[in-house]
């Protein structure tokens, strides 16, 4: 074909994130990139769409035109959101335009009127099931992106959707948890968190324990004037452990997060044993509940393993 290896490689992961899928599913591949706020705003409508639409054989395919500039350069992508509508590996419909829920639906409705695209399969109560697990997997993974990223709120969408059609995936519902905790909706969060723990399908799923140290976190928050009286006592007894510790979890609950590791490190380096190691098993429950994916905690791990195996 005439291609290098970088752009071969490039061809066979759209093959396969794009082009298969839309062999009988009507693909919305969205060009986007980190930068751009306009991709970012239009970002949720996609998801929400395209997972109410699931069970109707659409789904979301997304290009960051930064990482794939060839596969862009190949559809003359020229400004960005770009958006368009797949079917057997041909764009059979511009949805750039279509940047409201409504107006995105009806283009929908139309394509699927007039394409042969293969709905959910039917289940044994002749019923359409829902996305795939493959589906479900890239919506979580969506909503993890999102998390780390720092918008909780589109976060929680992804993560509410995916629980309604996936209540026992632990990962949906540990996300959602996370998720209004970062909101600071932490009421609502320890709820859901109770009514999932009644779900034995997810009671002892491991995913469900960064939901558990979110929740702990967020138990140690305080009003300002508490926390900088933990700071000032901090400050004033570098040498008490317990001082350190509480302003930390305090610090951290009110989502300072680099003064609470920069607390935990310093009480690490100076008595790793202190209580048993609970500064290092403090950090380790931080970042269980931000994601072992977030930029932060993998910074700060490698801060602590510094110091630990340096």
Wanted: aromatic content about 6%; charged content about 25%; some cysteine.
């Amino acid at each position: 074909m005439g291609l290098n290896l970088d752009e071969q490689k490039a061809v066979d992961r759209f093959r396969k994130n794009v082009v298969e899928p839309s062999q009988s599913k009507l693909v919305i591949l969205d060009f986007w990139a980190e930068w751009c706020g306009p991709c970012k705003a239009l970002a949720p409508m996609l998801e929400k769409v395209a997972a109410e639409y699931a069970d109707k054989g659409v789904v979301l395919a997304k290009v960051n035109v930064d990482e794939e500039q060839f596969i862009a350069s190949q559809f003359q992508v020229r400004s960005i959101p770009t958006v368009y509508a797949m079917f057997q590996g041909q764009p059979v419909a511009d949805l750039t335009q279509a940047r409201s829920e409504s107006q995105m639906k009806q283009v929908l409705d139309q394509l699927l009127q007039q394409l042969p695209v293969q709905a959910g399969a039917d289940g044994a109560d002749g019923q359409q099931q829902g996305p795939s697990a493959e589906e479900i997997a890239q919506f979580v993974q969506m909503g993890e992106d999102a998390l780390t990223g720092g918008d909780a709120q589109r976060a929680a969408g992804i993560f509410g959707q995916v629980t309604e059609f996936a209540p026992d995936n632990a990962q949906a519902a540990s996300g959602l948890v996370r998720a209004l905790v970062m909101l600071d909706q932490v009421d609502e969060a320890r709820q859901v968190f109770e009514a999932m723990m009644n779900d034995p399908r997810l009671a002892n799923d491991p995913a469900m324990g960064a939901a558990r140290s979110a929740l702990d976190l967020a138990g140690t928050k305080v009003d300002e004037g508490e926390l900088a009286d933990l700071k000032s006592r901090a400050e004033a007894s570098p040498d008490d452990m317990d001082a350190q510790l509480a302003y930390a979890e305090a610090a951290f609950a009110a989502g300072r997060r680099d003064e609470a590791a920069d607390t935990l490190l310093a009480m690490v380096e100076k008595d790793r044993e202190w209580n048993e190691g609970a500064a290092r098993t403090q950090l380790l429950k931080m970042f269980e509940a931000i994601g072992l994916e977030d930029q932060w905690v993998v910074a700060t791990r490698r801060r602590l393993s510094k110091i630990l195996f340096g």
